[in-house]
């Protein structure tokens, strides 16, 4: 072969070689320009936030989720509960925000909605008496609350007995009913300590009425427990008015009236005692 011949077969290898070379330092070149400038907009840049992540998508239905976003849950920015723009498997109970213990955020007003303490003791979910737009507007299903009444009204987790309230050895129960503390219209009268007048006021209870009998005896004489009226086995000792004229038995409705007719009372001048016995049951004449 002569030299020539030699000489072309080579050329193109050492063309390769050189071309090689020059891709290899551009190649080069470029990284170490680029990469600073890489580096620096990437240390520049912040993290990605929920907030981001959730903006583009408008026609998003957070509904969808199983949580829909309720009341004060508004109002509530996305990385409150999508940490570091997670997704996945976020936590949606109200004990996981709300409860003794749960995560710590950097909102001070998440404070104010953990439950306290000294919360009444119950077995139910949260919304069985709390709803999302204010913690503080409660509407309490006793059925699901341990314990007694007292347990919980007493003056501290909530409202207790008044100053005013009738002295008794029952409990609540005997007289009010959870769905409303008043009025109380089923009251255990065996349970209550002292006499009617202790309650029956016009203060504590409802008293005798202005145009009532005047009397010096108790009120369970006439009355009973179970129903104010109507009066039974009245006892007329103690009146002190009389019957007729000022008394109960004249043009008043408190007691039965003298018949006007004289075929069935004859007129007369003299008070009822002089011929009527005030406790007989029947009708009778004095002798």
């Keep these: 072969m002569s030299k020539l011949s030699q000489q072309t077969i080579k050329q193109p290898a050492s063309r390769f070689s050189a071309g090689f070379f020059a891709c290899v330092c551009l190649i ?28 583009p998508a408008i026609s998003f239905e957070h509904f969808s989720t199983g949580f829909p976003l309720e009341g004060a849950h508004k109002r509530v920015g996305c990385a409150e509960c999508h940490l570091n723009a997670v997704f996945k498997d976020t936590l949606n109970k109200c004990v996981d925000c709300h409860g003794v213990g749960a995560r710590e955020t950097n909102k001070a007003s998440r404070a104010k909605t953990k ?33 007694t009444c007292v ?59 202005p145009d009532h009998v005047m009397t010096t005896q108790e009120c369970g004489v006439c009355h009973s427990t179970t129903a104010w009226l109507p009066v039974r086995g009245f006892d007329h000792t103690g009146i002190t008015n009389g019957c007729s004229t000022s008394g109960c038995h004249s043009a008043s409705d408190t007691g039965r009236n003298k018949p006007t007719d004289p075929l069935v009372h004859p007129a007369s001048d003299n008070v009822c005692e002089a011929c009527h016995i005030p406790n007989e049951p029947a009708p009778k004449w004095t002798d």
């Excluded at 470029?30 to 600073?36: A, N, W």
């Excluded at 077995?123 to 299903?141: G, I, L, P, Q």
């Excluded at 609540?172 to 009617?196: F, I, K, L, N």
């Design 28 to 55: 080069i070149i470029s990284f170490l320009t680029i990469s600073p400038v890489m580096a620096a907009e990437a240390v520049a840049k912040p993290a990605v936030s929920a907030e981001a992540v959730v903006k």
């Design 151 to 209: 347990s919980c009204h007493q003056g501290t987790i909530a409202t207790g007995k008044d100053n005013n309230h009738i002295r008794s050895s029952s409990d609540c129960r005997s007289c009010h009913v959870t769905q409303m503390w008043t009025p109380a219209s089923r009251v255990d009268h065996t349970q209550v300590m002292g006499v009617c007048s202790s309650c029956h006021d016009n203060i504590t209870a409802q008293g005798k009425k």
């Design 115 to 147: 439950i306290s303490e000294t919360h009444i003791p119950a077995s139910t979910e949260c919304v069985a008496c709390h709803n999302t737009d204010s913690w503080h507007d409660v509407r309490v299903n006793h059925d699901f609350v341990r314990g």
